[in-house]
């Protein structure tokens, strides 16, 4: 009777043992798909931020108050945010959709939105990634019946902003401009619309440009280096610059700026062109000193298809106005650019647009006679280089430390009247 008994009793009480385990495990595995799952999300939000501040600094950088500058920006966002990768570093965000132009909008100086570019200072870059997956929460509930309970999915959101604000340090191309006997601040003697000659091999005079580099070193190869993409940022005020020796291949990431292209180059995707490729030389813009390639009107005299470089931008327009191959020569310039055969395509839906930059908008060290830095200019890229060491020339565009410069670098901010930089501050 009592054995009976016992037995009886200690089934039940195996019974509740087993329903007591499962209940802990279901509690345990909850707790293990929220650390899991949350995870999951801190990941995907954390890689989304990056996309967005580059999204939000590469935009800023535009915002130069031209008219075009907003459709710049947008171009620049959505080409930088979409650079990086997101949900487990996905190249295609795990096909959740990645930053379209909407994700981009404006803000005036009070910091309500605005569609007019003049007002611009602030841009947002703001996206949901959608349908991130719950892994143990969905199996949760699968394994509960209660689905409702434990979402498959989540969402993601970031935000940044980003403005220009004055520099400490910055990012510059290797190339230094001597002021001009008796010039001093903040044009050192140059007009804006300008042509300066910058010297590809020889000696540079006071009012030239000439080769330097920012590291201080003395060699050819990292010229090309710090001309290319990233480039070098650090470059202070009174930093003393290097003089490289004989050039070989700044060419080719010079050109690239223009989105001129050695065959074996991978092209527009990976080294960035400008918004547009188109050149000028005194053969397809005649304007007299202060030329203006920049902004102003082409003289008589000029290319029938020659128009400022604000309008050739607007256009996305190519190195020779089609984004043909330049095997069969070149007909704008009047250059010739050798083993550079492949330019980036025009229009609207072309490579300058897709993957295009402000990449001949740049800020050039203005250096005194022991190669110290002593102040910024904005230069304007005005041709590509039809070999490693020939002479071109660049279009001064005034003091790059102006509020009101086209320039643009990059670099760190807090500076009290350096050159302008983009930066975060959301």
Not at 394 to 421: I, Q, R
């Amino acid at each position: 009777m009592d054995s009976a008994f016992c037995h009886c009793k200690c089934h039940r009480q195996d019974g509740a043992v087993i329903v007591t385990v499962s209940l802990v495990l279901l509690f345990l595995m909850g707790f293990m798909g929220i650390a899991l799952d949350l995870g999951h999300l801190f990941v995907v939000k954390t890689e989304l931020q990056t996309a967005m501040d580059s999204c939000a600094l590469a935009a800023a950088q535009e915002l130069d108050g031209e008219s075009t500058a907003l459709t710049r920006a947008v171009s620049a966002g959505m080409t930088a945010g979409n650079l990086n990768n997101v949900n487990f570093q996905s190249a295609t965000w795990s096909g959740q959709g990645k930053v379209v132009s909407a994700d981009i909008t404006f803000k005036d100086s009070g910091y309500l939105s605005t569609s007019t570019a003049a007002n611009a200072k602030y841009a947002q870059c703001q996206h949901t990634q959608s349908s991130v997956n719950m892994w143990l929460l969905k199996a949760m509930g699968a394994f509960s019946g209660n689905g409702a309970a434990y979402p498959n999915t989540q969402n993601v959101l970031a935000l940044a902003v980003a403005t220009r604000a004055s520099s400490q340090t910055t990012c510059p191309i290797p190339v230094g401009l001597k002021p001009k006997t008796g010039g001093t601040a903040p044009n050192y003697g140059f007009q804006v619309g300008e042509w300066v000659d910058m010297i590809g091999k020889g000696t540079q005079v006071n009012g030239e440009l000439g080769w330097y580099n920012l590291d201080g070193s003395t060699s050819a190869s990292e010229t090309r280096a710090e001309l290319g993409e990233p480039g070098y940022c650090g470059t202070k005020l009174g930093d003393t610059l290097g003089t490289p020796g004989t050039q070989t291949t700044v060419d080719t990431p010079w050109n690239q700026r223009f989105g001129i292209y050695k065959n074996s180059d991978p092209g527009p995707s990976v080294n960035h062109p400008d918004f547009s490729g188109y050149a000028y030389t005194s053969t397809n813009w005649t304007n007299a000193v202060p030329q203006n390639a920049w902004s102003g009107m082409p003289a008589a005299g000029s290319a029938p298809s020659a128009a400022n470089f604000t309008t050739k931008r607007a256009a996305f327009a190519s190195y020779d106005d089609t984004g043909s191959s330049l095997s069969g020569g070149d007909s704008i310039t009047g250059l010739k650019l050798n083993s550079f055969k492949t330019l980036a395509t025009p229009g609207t839906g072309g490579q300058h647009n897709l993957y295009g930059f402000s990449r001949r908008l740049v800020t050039s060290p203005v250096v005194d006679a022991s190669s110290k830095v002593i102040d910024y200019a904005c230069m304007f890229m005005l041709q590509p280089l039809s070999g490693p060491t020939v002479d071109v020339q660049l279009e001064f565009l005034g003091n790059a430390g102006d509020k009101a410069s086209p320039c643009t670098t990059n670099g760190l901010a807090g500076g009290s009247a350096g050159p302008l930089v983009p930066v975060l501050v959301r």
